[in-house]
């Protein structure tokens, strides 16, 4: 009877301490002549404004609390790499202030937007480009340098973002393969795009294309729904470190040597939630309603699944615990009573 008291005074205390960590978010700025970053860090935090983050006429926005103190001494890092060629600014938000939920730094890479697809065909090289200069950044950042765990990075994308992860990775693109990528019977994402614009994809940036683009600081990825799998060579086999692709709904051909997980979702469900105006916007600018889904609670189901599966992998990878997962009783506590709970400073 005393100790199982004391286990649920234990447990009530330790729920407390999570009950006042909030969810911080601060905005970081690569000042690139060419190709300007602008990175939202998402994390463990006490205080701060708060605000919404990400949200527009047809998307929910997740509440943050801006410039908020970080609550805990060391993070670990997730560089997050969100949606495909013309996808707005923080639409990884509910993603990556579900990460910084579990106690990461999630950093929501938004690059400038390619308004044309003659911009748009570099994309596929780009985006791992940009998360590279973007871990450069933090690393260099006097402010959040000294947070940052340098042995526990990794990266998480979705979409085109799941291919930048792939080629961070490891993954080095195929050109031939990629040049007839639109040639039918393929048909890559963006195709239609690329052809109403007149824009061949031989007007890619050959030896960027080709160049291996492995970053040696990430050490897992997760790819969600990732775009252009079979434009990889050799079935994915250059992949070094430990990665999964997370497809939405079917299985994905191409993915080689990489492990697949497949979950009741849809590929729509790597979006925000949209708002009640939201199919109504969608449908009178010819785009797609589908998109927002059968309901917000559906949305936010398959976002709880996504989530948990990302989590459940970069444990089982060993980012989140190298040490065996020696994972003190406070911290052992909260994630048994919220996914929200800090993990603390690495034992």
């Known amino acids: 009877m005393k100790f199982a008291l004391l286990l649920s005074l234990f447990a009530l205390g330790a729920s407390a301490a999570c009950a006042d960590q909030t969810t911080g978010v601060a905005t970081v700025i690569d000042r690139h002549a060419d190709r300007p ?11 701060g404004t708060v605000e919404v983050v990400g949200g527009n006429a047809v998307f929910t926005g997740v509440t943050a609390a801006r410039d908020a103190a970080v609550a805990v001494e060391s993070l670990p890092v997730v560089l997050v790499s969100h949606g495909g060629l013309r996808s707005a600014a923080d639409s990884g938000a509910w993603l990556s202030a579900g990460l910084a939920r579990a106690g990461y730094l999630a950093v929501e890479i938004n690059a400038p937007r390619a308004t044309s697809a003659a911009q748009g065909v570099n994309e596929i090289w780009q985006r791992p480009a940009d998360v590279t200069r973007a871990l450069d950044a933090l690393t260099s950042d006097p402010a959040w340098s000294p947070r940052l765990d340098p042995t526990r990075i990794a990266t998480v994308g979705f979409a085109l973002g799941g291919t930048a992860a792939l080629a961070l990775a490891g993954g080095l693109f195929d050109t031939d393969a990629y040049l007839q990528s639109c040639t039918p019977p393929h048909s890559g994402p963006d195709c239609g795009w690329f052809a109403a614009q007149g824009v061949a994809l031989t007007s890619v940036d050959g030896p960027a294309l080709a160049s291996l683009r492995r970053d040696p600081r990430i050490g897992s990825v997760v790819a969600i729904a990732p775009e252009r799998v079979d434009v990889f060579a050799d079935g994915l086999s250059t992949v070094a470190v430990p990665s999964l692709i997370l497809s939405l709904g079917a299985a994905q051909s191409g993915t080689g040597a990489v492990p697949q ?48 599966a990302v989590l459940r992998f970069l444990q089982t990878a060993g980012h989140l615990a190298r040490d065996g997962g020696n994972i003190d009783a406070t911290q052992r506590t909260c994630s048994k009573a919220a996914i929200s709970c800090p993990l603390g400073k690495r034992p």
């Open 37 to 47: 970053l602008t990175m939202t860090l998402w994390y463990p935090g006490t205080g």
């Open 261 to 308: 997980t497949t979950l009741a979702a849809t590929v729509f469900d790597g979006f925000a939630a949209c708002t009640p105006a939201g199919p109504d916007i969608l449908r009178e600018d010819g785009g797609d309603p589908a998109i927002c889904g059968d309901s917000p609670s559906a949305r936010d189901a398959a976002h709880a699944a996504i989530l948990a």
